[in-house]
């Protein structure tokens, strides 16, 4: 499909079909974000059940959605017609993808004078409604997603998911999201940089990896094709940054997109907090902090004056939750999250984007070389099993793979995306929301 032009810029149709054989619920699918939901999900290969209380609309845009969408009457407030959707899809389609709890109403505008609300009166049925509406919905959600009738079934999921099975979900990873976009990528001769610049490189954008680690960098180019070129960059040199960006313009005329991933860890020897070594602190954020503003100057820099840009981060769920990390490594990963908060602002009025991609645990040499030094009798197994069984309190399942960062960094990357700014998109299965208490359960 041809890409279109909005309001000045191109962005690539979502027709890749990466909902393909999903089977949805969307309530509120009647009108507004439900509606464009649903119909992004059938254009992507979903077929949905739209759940409503607008009768007419709702079978009107089930009608015009075609034989991939379906109208149901639905209050969300009532638990029985929520329960009848789930049912509905799984008894149409033979099995529930995705809830997507979307209908609310506003309720009273702040400000306006209004008595307060009588909820046995007749003319207060609305605030009723908006309260249980926004309260008895979330519930359903949890009925679905975790305990209650469906452990069995997620009990099935859940060790699939630790079987593997999960990377045989489709992911269309090649629909050329990130057509004639230029990019530069630090940290790329590795792990998750690696996987970004491939899965750029497979969604249509030419890339310049950045890294110190030359022959791998090379190597990782000539694996990649013509599309990718690699250049030696220290991201702790500013004028080497500035040179990255230089070449991308050079070489394709234009930046795109400068993710600034590179990244270290830091000492994991444990060590009391009075006796943090302020030297290697220093090293830490001069890879991990510092260099992420020399990118967000330097990408401005090359992007403002077109409009158009978007710089991403790597962050990390260290940044985000105490403890999982040495000590400087957290600072500085907090501190690139205090970059995208300090820039996006700004960037926004120049048409440029700063967002954020913040993993948990990926098994790559950053979190793997260090650690089996230091705890020289474990084997890799055994360690990334180690990592494994921390995310297993979240039930987040089995390590995630350094290619799902990268296809979360070319969502943001993309014009798809193109709303997104001063975002922290946190890939950690659910990590960093909560922790289960450890109450024993006899
Ligand atoms: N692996 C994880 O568990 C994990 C979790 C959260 C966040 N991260 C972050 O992901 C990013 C990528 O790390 P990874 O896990 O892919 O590790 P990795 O070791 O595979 O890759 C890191 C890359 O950064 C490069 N690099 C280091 N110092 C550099 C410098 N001064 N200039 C240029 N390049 C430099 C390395 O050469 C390497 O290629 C890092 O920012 C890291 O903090 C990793």
Same mark, same amino acid.
């Given at each position: 499909?041809?890409?279109?032009?909005?309001?000045?810029?191109?962005?690539?149709?979502?027709?890749?079909?990466?909902?393909?054989?999903?089977?949805?619920?969307?309530?509120?699918?009647?009108?507004?974000?439900?509606?464009?939901?649903?119909?992004?999900?059938?254009?992507?290969?979903?077929?949905?059940?739209?759940?409503?209380?607008?009768?007419?609309?709702?079978?009107?845009?089930?009608?015009?959605?075609?034989?991939?969408?379906?109208? /149901?009457?639905?209050?969300?407030?009532?638990?029985?017609?929520?329960?009848?959707?789930?049912?509905?899809?799984?008894?149409?389609?033979?099995?529930?993808?995705?809830?997507?709890?979307?209908?609310?109403?506003?309720?009273?505008?702040?400000?306006?004078?209004?008595?307060?609300?009588?909820?046995?009166?007749?003319?207060?049925?609305?605030?009723?409604?908006?309260?249980?509406?926004?309260?008895?919905?979330?519930?359903?959600?949890?009925?679905?997603?975790?305990?209650?009738?469906?452990?069995?079934?997620?009990?099935? $999921?859940?060790?699939?998911?630790?079987?593997?099975?999960?990377?045989?979900?489709?992911?269309?990873?090649?629909?050329?999201?990130?057509?004639?976009?230029?990019?530069?990528? /630090?940290?790329?001769?590795?792990?998750?940089?690696?996987?970004?610049?491939?899965?750029?490189?497979?969604?249509?954008?030419?890339?310049?990896?950045?890294?110190?680690?030359?022959?791998?960098?090379?190597?990782?180019?000539?694996?990649?094709?013509?599309?990718?070129?690699?250049?030696?960059?220290? *991201?702790?040199?500013?004028?080497?940054?500035?040179?990255?960006?230089?070449?991308?313009?050079?070489?394709?005329? $234009?930046?795109?997109?400068?993710?600034?991933?590179?990244?270290?860890?830091?000492?994991?020897?444990?060590?009391?907090?009075?006796?943090?070594?302020?030297?290697?602190?220093?090293?830490?954020?001069?890879?991990?902090?510092?260099?992420?503003?020399?990118?967000?100057?330097?990408?401005?820099?090359?992007?403002?004056?077109?409009?158009?840009?978007?710089?991403?981060?790597?962050?990390?769920?260290?940044?985000?939750?105490?403890? /999982?990390?040495?000590?400087?490594?957290?600072?500085?990963?907090?501190?690139?999250?205090?970059?995208?908060?300090?820039?996006?602002?700004?960037?926004?009025?120049?048409?440029?984007?700063?967002?954020?991609?913040?993993?948990?645990?990926?098994?790559?040499?950053?979190?793997?070389?260090?650690?089996?030094?230091?705890?020289?009798?474990?084997?890799?197994?055994?360690?990334?099993?180690?990592?494994?069984?921390?995310?297993?309190?979240?039930?987040?399942?089995?390590?995630?793979?350094?290619?799902?960062?990268?296809?979360?960094? *070319?969502?943001? $990357?993309?014009?798809?995306?193109?709303?997104?700014?001063?975002?922290?998109?946190?890939?950690?299965?659910?990590? /960093?929301?909560?922790?289960?208490?450890?109450?024993?359960?006899?």
């Amino acid at each position: 499909m041809m890409p279109l032009v909005v309001s000045g810029f191109f962005y690539a149709a979502s027709d890749s079909q990466r909902l393909a054989g999903k089977v949805a619920v969307i309530t509120g699918g009647a009108s507004g974000i439900g509606k464009a939901t649903a119909t992004e999900f059938i254009k992507n290969g979903a077929k949905v059940i739209i759940a409503d209380i607008q009768d007419d609309l709702g079978h009107s845009v089930a009608a015009e959605l075609g034989p991939d969408a379906a109208y /149901t009457r639905c209050d969300v407030a009532d638990e029985a017609q929520v329960a009848a959707a789930v049912g509905l899809a799984v008894k149409r389609h033979g099995h529930l993808d995705v809830f997507h709890n979307n209908a609310g109403i506003a309720g009273r505008l702040p400000g306006r004078r209004s008595p307060p609300p009588k909820i046995s009166s007749k003319s207060t049925a609305r605030d009723a409604q908006f309260q249980s509406i926004n309260t008895l919905s979330n519930a359903e959600l949890t009925i679905i997603g975790s305990g209650g009738p469906y452990d069995a079934e997620n009990n099935a $999921a859940r060790s699939q998911r630790s079987s593997g099975l999960l990377h045989q979900f489709s992911t269309a990873a090649n629909s050329q999201r990130l057509a004639g976009k230029v990019a530069v990528i /630090t940290g790329a001769a590795s792990g998750i940089g690696k996987a970004s610049a491939k899965e750029f490189i497979g969604n249509g954008a030419k890339v310049i990896l950045a890294d110190v680690q030359d022959d791998l960098g090379r190597a990782v180019a000539a694996e990649l094709g013509p599309g990718a070129t690699y250049t030696r960059c220290d *991201v702790t040199d500013e004028a080497q940054v500035a040179a990255a960006v230089d070449l991308a313009v050079a070489r394709h005329g $234009a930046l795109d997109v400068f993710y600034s991933n590179a990244g270290v860890l830091g000492s994991i020897a444990p060590a009391p907090l009075a006796s943090l070594d302020l030297a290697e602190f220093d090293r830490v954020m001069a890879v991990n902090a510092r260099a992420a503003v020399a990118a967000a100057k330097h990408a401005a820099r090359a992007m403002v004056p077109r409009r158009s840009g978007c710089v991403l981060f790597t962050g990390s769920v260290s940044g985000v939750v105490g403890g /999982t990390g040495p000590t400087s490594y957290g600072v500085s990963k907090a501190a690139v999250l205090g970059v995208v908060r300090a820039v996006a602002g700004e960037l926004a009025r120049h048409g440029v984007r700063a967002n954020a991609v913040s993993p948990c645990g990926v098994a790559t040499p950053l979190s793997m070389v260090q650690v089996l030094e230091a705890y020289p009798g474990m084997s890799f197994e055994e360690l990334k099993n180690a990592m494994a069984a921390s995310m297993e309190q979240m039930e987040a399942g089995p390590l995630i793979d350094p290619e799902d960062v990268a296809r979360a960094a *070319v969502f943001l $990357a993309s014009d798809e995306a193109k709303y997104i700014n001063g975002h922290n998109l946190v890939v950690d299965g659910g990590f /960093t929301v909560g922790k289960l208490l450890k109450i024993p359960k006899e």
